[in-house]
T-cell receptor, first 114, second 111 residues
Framework: DAGVIQSPRHEVTEMGQEVTLRCKPI?????LFWYRQTMMRGLELLIY????????DSGMPEDRFSAKMPNASFSTLKIQPSEPRDSAVYFC????????????FGDGTRLSIL | GESVGLHLPTLSVQEGDNSIINCAYS??????FIWYKQESGKGPQFIID?????DKRQGQRVTVLLNKTVKHLSLQIAATQPGDSAVYFC??????????FGAGTRLFVKA
């Protein structure tokens, strides 16, 4: 079975540019999560969706970040404008239920903002 | 605030030996705990989980122990292999709404 699929795997862009990260969750999973991983802060939850509806976006660092889930099989995380401090690995994960179920992670997008 | 922390950031073991990775959590209301393994260039991968009504659970070569009295979680890996080299994260769910991840422990397996 296909796991969580993220694209691109790597992204290098100059500060000020718009960045869009993409995620396809596992079919049938109701919950989708976006995380950011850095050496300094570890894995941080940015936002999560239930049945395509954003439930908690308190982890989104600022208004430059936005996430959408137009349908059950696709989500985007957008940064506009991007800044060097946004450089990190961004992970998408999905789970069939949020309570007492492990999350399934994609292999991430490594983002470098120059 | 709530946090999940690890005592040892790096652990080095000889191939064939048993490994023990420890984790302290601070929220006594957490009711579900998970261990993930992350290899270089990949996302975290589920290893084993345990619910708060249990104190031990075994999988294939792995055992998770939960001590709610001292809020401590451990992952034991039997007969550690080179393929076990990775970063290991403990994580906790509180009320099922969010998963909080620990800082991670890097496991090195020496051949």
């Amino acid at each position: 079975d296909a796991g969580v699929i993220q694209s691109p795997r790597h992204e290098v862009t100059e500060m000020g540019q718009e960045v869009t990260l993409r995620c396809k969750p596992i079919s049938g999973h109701d919950y989708l999560f976006w995380y950011r991983q850095t050496m300094m802060r570890g894995l941080e939850l940015l936002i999560y969706f239930n049945n395509n509806v954003p439930i908690d976006d308190s982890g989104m660092p600022e208004d430059r970040f936005s996430a959408k889930m137009p349908n059950a099989s696709f989500s985007t995380l957008k940064i506009q404008p991007s800044e060097p401090r946004d450089s990190a690995v961004y992970f998408c994960a999905s789970s069939p239920r949020i309570a007492n179920q492990p999350q399934h992670f994609g292999d991430g997008t490594r983002l470098s903002i120059l | 605030g709530e946090s999940v922390g690890l005592h040892l950031p790096t652990l080095s073991v000889q191939e064939g030996d048993n490994s023990i990775i420890n984790c302290a959590y601070s929220n006594s209301a957490s009711d579900y705990f998970i261990w993930y393994k992350q290899e270089s260039g990949k996302g975290p991968q589920f290893i084993i989980d345990i619910r708060s009504n249990m104190d031990k659970r075994q999988g294939q070569r792995v055992t998770v122990l939960l001590n709610k009295t001292v809020k401590h979680l451990s992952l034991q890996i039997a007969a550690t292999q080179p393929g076990d080299s990775a970063v290991y994260f403990c994580a906790e769910n509180t009320g099922g709404f969010k998963t909080i991840f620990g800082a991670g422990t890097r496991l090195f397996v020496k051949a």
